[in-house]
């Protein structure tokens, strides 16, 4: 089993960052591939960011990408989630997961097996 805990998240204002972390124990952290995904009221689900366990793959969703920055510090078993610049259409709940059979569909949240509780980030404009 791997628990997932998120953190950092808040009530910003347009254009201001935050960065979110996800702690995980449990299994051997370093080689699951790790994504944050974010859930905004009424809508599904969707893929954010998602990074190797090596950390040399790293990818993003077209809306976040150059203002979001995922990083993970294998020595901490933590993934980190920079967000800058954000946006109104930033709010959601930001949930971060994990699991052994994430591979090139990385974007498909069906593929992770672990899954955090969640942290709310909030943009007022």
């Known amino acids: 089993q791997v628990q997932l805990v998120e953190s950092g998240g808040g009530l910003v204002q347009a254009g201001d960052s935050l960065r979110l972390s996800c702690a995980a124990s449990?299994?051997?952290?370093?080689?699951?591939?790790m994504g944050w995904f974010r859930q905004a009221p009424g809508k599904e689900r969707r893929f954010v960011a998602a990074?190797?366990?090596?950390?040399?793959?790293?990818v993003y969703d077209d809306s976040v990408k150059v203002r979001f920055t995922i990083s993970k510090d294998n020595a901490k078993n933590t993934v980190y989630l920079q967000m800058n610049s954000l946006k109104p259409e930033d709010t959601a709940v930001y949930y971060c997961?994990?699991?052994?059979?994430?591979?090139?569909?990385?974007?498909?949240?069906?593929?992770?097996?672990?899954w955090g509780q969640g942290t709310q980030v909030t943009v007022s404009s």
């Open positions: 449990g299994r051997i952290f370093s080689f699951f591939t």
């Open positions: 990074i190797a366990w090596s950390g040399a793959n790293i």
């Open positions: 997961a994990t699991g052994p059979r994430v591979g090139v569909r990385y974007y498909q949240d069906t593929m992770y097996d672990y």
